[in-house]
């Protein structure tokens, strides 16, 4: 009996304590939550874009003697495409690059002189390059950036007969200016980002030559066009090896 009730008392006794030593267990941290991705903008990137410019110019006959004639102003517009190349180094959420782009273009516009009806002038505009520099912030993957640099722009015009579309004169030209602009894109994979951008290309003054005898451009010396242009593209573009692979935020 004596050994029943000691039994007995050690087993409670044991009971008592299981539940404060299971008090006294640790428990089990829940698991950590993944880090953050953070894009990385770095790294050399090819790609393509395409959109819509227009070119507005304006036309002067320059006199041999005298003050310039002022022929008036035309837009010519339509669409462009081509492809671009650059490098991007990321630090912090700033984003910095370079970058060299080249359309081929598609604006030409006719008009009847203002300075003699029998005669009327052509203005096409067949390419657009720029070599420039970026400034960008990033949040994660969207950038949204500022650009400026240099432009040029291959320039052909014609004075041609009104009533027979003979042609008179022509000039190919190629001119350089400045640009600036302003786009935004998205990466939506590691390597691959889309955007849209706005440029705009101040291209100053540019004198060109007549070489023939018609007596109806007798005591002009050249004709004088200023151009600016805009464009507005979609560009796609593809970042090499690494450089463009999201990295896990750091704390």
Same mark, same amino acid.
């Given at each position: 009996?004596?050994?029943?009730?000691?039994?007995?008392?050690?087993?409670?006794?044991?009971?008592?304590?299981?539940?404060?030593?299971?008090?006294?267990?640790?428990?089990?941290?829940?698991?950590?939550?993944?880090?953050?991705?953070?894009?990385?903008?770095?790294?050399?990137?090819?790609?393509?874009?395409?959109?819509?410019?227009?070119?507005?110019?304006? #036309?002067?006959?320059?006199?041999?003697? &005298?003050?310039?004639?002022?022929?008036?102003?035309?837009?010519?517009?339509? &669409?462009?495409?081509?492809?671009?190349?650059?490098?991007? #180094?990321?630090?912090?959420?700033?984003?910095?690059?370079?970058?060299?782009?080249?359309?081929?273009?598609?604006?030409? =516009?006719?008009?009847?002189?203002?300075?003699?009806?029998?005669?009327?002038?052509?203005?096409?505009?067949?390419?657009? &390059?720029?070599?420039?520099?970026?400034?960008?912030?990033?949040?994660?993957?969207?950038?949204?950036?500022?650009? &400026?640099?240099?432009?040029?722009?291959?320039?052909? *015009?014609?004075?041609?007969?009104?009533?027979?579309?003979?042609?008179?004169? =022509?000039?190919? =030209?190629?001119? #350089?200016?400045?640009?600036?602009?302003?786009?935004?894109?998205?990466?939506?994979?590691?390597? #691959?980002? *889309?955007?849209?951008?706005?440029?705009?290309?101040?291209?100053?003054?540019?004198?060109?030559? *007549?070489?023939?005898?018609?007596?109806?451009?007798?005591?002009?010396?050249?004709?004088?066009? =200023?151009?600016?242009?805009?464009?507005?593209?979609?560009?796609?573009?593809?970042?090499?090896?690494?450089?463009?692979?999201?990295?896990?935020?750091?704390?």
């Amino acid at each position: 009996m004596r050994k029943f009730l000691l039994g007995t008392a050690g087993l409670l006794a044991v009971g008592i304590a299981a539940p404060a030593s299971a008090a006294d267990m640790a428990v089990k941290a829940p698991p950590l939550a993944p880090l953050p991705v953070i894009y990385n903008w770095s790294g050399f990137y090819i790609g393509a874009n395409g959109g819509w410019g227009q070119s507005h110019n304006c #036309w002067d006959f320059v006199f041999v003697v &005298g003050p310039a004639f002022r022929d008036g102003c035309r837009d010519l517009s339509g &669409g462009v495409i081509g492809g671009q190349i650059g490098y991007r #180094w990321q630090a912090s959420q700033w984003v910095f690059g370079v970058e060299a782009q080249g359309d081929w273009a598609d604006f030409s =516009s006719s008009r009847i002189s203002l300075l003699d009806p029998t005669l009327s002038t052509r203005v096409k505009t067949d390419g657009i &390059g720029l070599f420039t520099g970026q400034i960008g912030y990033a949040w994660n993957a969207a950038l949204f950036y500022l650009k &400026g640099g240099a432009a040029v722009t291959s320039n052909r *015009f014609n004075v041609f007969d009104t009533p027979t579309g003979i042609g008179l004169v =022509s000039a190919s =030209s190629t001119r #350089w200016g400045g640009v600036v602009g302003v786009g935004f894109e998205y990466g939506f994979t590691p390597n #691959w980002s *889309f955007g849209v951008e706005y440029d705009h290309l101040f291209m100053g003054n540019a004198n060109n030559s *007549f070489t023939v005898a018609d007596p109806r451009l007798a005591g002009i010396l050249n004709n004088r066009i =200023s151009q600016d242009v805009d464009m507005v593209t979609l560009r796609l573009n593809y970042r090499f090896g690494g450089y463009g692979a999201p990295i896990a935020a750091r704390y």
